[in-house]
Structures are given as C-alpha cells and as structure tokens.
T-cell receptor
Framework: QKEVEQNSGPLSVPEGAIASLNCTYS??????FFWYRQYSGKSPELIMS????GDKEDGRFTAQLNKASQYVSLLIRDSQPSDSATYLC???????????FGPGTRLSVLP | DAGVIQSPRHEVTEMGQEVTLRCKPI?????LFWYRQTMMRGLELLIY????????DSGMPEDRFSAKMPNASFSTLKIQPSEPRDSAVYFC???????????FGPGTRLTVL
C-alpha cells in the first residue's frame, strides 16, 4: 500500500515568517514529487515539482527532497495571508501515472 | 490556453438518478484522470486514461460508476444509479507525457439527495 503522509494541521504562522510543510512517503521507488495548493472551494493548483535530491527554489517557495529518508518538504518564505490554504503533497511512483496524494496540511498565515 | 474544463460545476440530483460529469482536457495532453474529493477520504483517484484508453480503474468504487473517453478532447464519468454517499467534488485532471505534473479542472460539486 503506497502511502503519503502529512501533518493535517492547521499550521499557523505569523505574516512574514517561514512556513515549513512536511511530507513522507512509503514507496521507495517513487521518482516524482509535487506540491499543490488548494484554496477552500477551489481545485488543486500545482506549485512545484521536484525530481532530484536537494533543494529547488521558485520565488518564495523552496521544495526539498531527500529520497534516502523518503521525505519531501515545502518552505514558504515571507508568508502572506494569501498563502492560507491547504497544501497537498503528491508522489508519483516509478511505473504508470498513478499519483498518490497526501491528506493535505492546512496553513493559516496570520496578519 | 484554456485549462481543463468541467461541466456542470454544480449538480443536485435525487437518489437513483443518473448523473453524467463531463471533462475537456488541456489540448495535447495524453493522460486524463478522474478524482473524487471528500472531507473524510481526501483526494481519491478513480480512473485514468492514456491516449483515450482506460489504464487503471481500480479506484472506481463500484459498478455504478463508469467512465469513457471517446476522443482526445472529451471524457465522461457516469454514476447510475446515484446514491447520497456519492456526494463529493469530482475533479478531472490532465497531464502531458512523462513529466507527470497534473493540471486540475475546477471540479463538479455533486449533491445526491
């Protein structure tokens, strides 16, 4: 059973702080990793993808991948109230196109 | 470019009725996915297609659910007969080749009374 786990939150951070979202996965053969943001009542929106160990930065967002520890994280620098949403981690295995989504972490950025 | 298009955006029906949800993927994408999202179970993959061919339907909850993709630009998810426990938001997503990134439509909020 492939599993993706996330802290459900809510995670509350003050405006301007760094928000750190974590995700662990069970399938050691997983190759592709994605972070989605979902506002209440809306569809998931792709934020970042990462495929190799290390860090990948895009604006205020940094994804970190450690395949040995089966761990992927998302850092949001200078958090804004507009970042308040649920963040979904998705993991794609080595075969096929099946994504496994985590349950999501609800982030609240307080003004 | 237009994103994934879904219709209807909201559907309210009575138990036992047939429900058909529609999806138009992003032009050029060769994979199409149907998901269901509820508070209790989160985002669940129901079925996905590659080049219009169903590849994995192991997530379809039961025989009341069926999906088709008659051409590269259109797919349907049908529930017959519908039950109150089918109430959820149904998302369609598409992706291109091996990049794996999926792009979601706005969803259809289904309520079965």
């Amino acid at each position: 059973q492939k599993e993706v786990e996330q802290n459900s939150g809510p995670l509350s951070v003050p405006e301007g702080a760094i928000a750190s979202l974590n995700c662990t996965y069970s399938d050691r053969g997983s190759q592709s990793f994605f972070w989605y943001r979902q506002y209440s009542g809306k569809s998931p929106e792709l934020i970042m993808s990462i495929y190799s160990n290390g860090d990948k930065e895009d604006g205020r967002f940094t994804a970190q991948l450690n395949k040995a520890s089966q761990y992927v994280s998302l850092l949001i620098r200078d958090s804004q109230p507009s970042d308040s949403a649920t963040y979904l981690c998705a993991v794609k295995g080595n075969y096929g196109q099946n994504f496994v989504f985590g349950p999501g972490t609800r982030l609240s950025v307080l003004p | 470019d237009a994103g994934v298009i879904q219709s209807p955006r909201h559907e309210v029906t009575e138990m036992g009725q047939e429900v058909t949800l529609r999806c138009k993927p992003i032009s050029g994408h060769d994979y199409l996915f149907w998901y269901r999202q509820t508070m209790m179970r989160g985002l669940e993959l129901l079925i996905y297609f590659n080049n219009n061919v169903p590849i994995d339907d192991s997530g379809m909850p039961e025989d009341r659910f069926s999906a088709k993709m008659p051409n590269a630009s259109f797919s349907t998810l049908k529930i017959q007969p519908s039950e109150p426990r089918d109430s959820a938001v149904y998302f369609c997503a598409s992706s291109l080749g091996s990049t794996g990134a999926q792009y979601f439509g706005p969803g259809t909020r289904l309520t079965v009374l």
